[in-house]
């Protein structure tokens, strides 16, 4: 089973920029859809961007489009979220998820990182 390992989270300044690491541990990684979700106290996981590792197609919600990068480094096994000119509103948990099939619903990815904490402060 894949394993997924989030990092790059902290706190920043509203405006400012972060970026996100998922690390895939698992040789065959191109065989998973990728996507970035988030959650914020009291509201439900949301999803934020996503990336087809076969195509490398990319989807983003509406919210953070323009703004946000899913980006990867096969050699590496690793997924990016560049998060560039971010908002208190952008504060959460941000998860790392693999799936079978590219999906805006987090009900259809079947692997999930720890998380990693995102703060913004106005």
């Known amino acids: 089973q894949v394993q997924l390992v989030e990092s790059g989270g902290g706190l920043v300044l509203a405006g400012g920029s972060l970026r996100l690491a998922c690390a895939v541990a698992?040789?065959?990684?191109?065989?998973?859809?990728m996507g970035w979700f988030r959650q914020a106290p009291g509201k439900d996981r949301e999803f934020v961007a996503g990336?087809?590792?076969?195509?490398?197609?990319?989807y983003y919600a509406e919210s953070v489009e323009g703004r946000f990068t899913i980006s990867g480094d096969k050699a590496k096994n690793t997924v990016y979220l560049q998060m560039n000119s971010l908002k208190p509103e952008d504060t959460a948990v941000y998860y790392c998820?693999?799936?079978?099939?590219?999906?805006?619903?987090?009900?259809?990815?079947?692997?999930w990182g720890q998380g990693t904490q995102v703060t913004v402060s106005s």
């Open positions: 998820a693999a799936g079978p099939g590219p999906s805006r619903r987090s009900k259809d990815y079947s692997t």
């Open positions: 698992e040789r065959t990684f191109t065989n998973y859809n």
């Open positions: 990336v087809t590792w076969s195509g490398w197609s990319t």
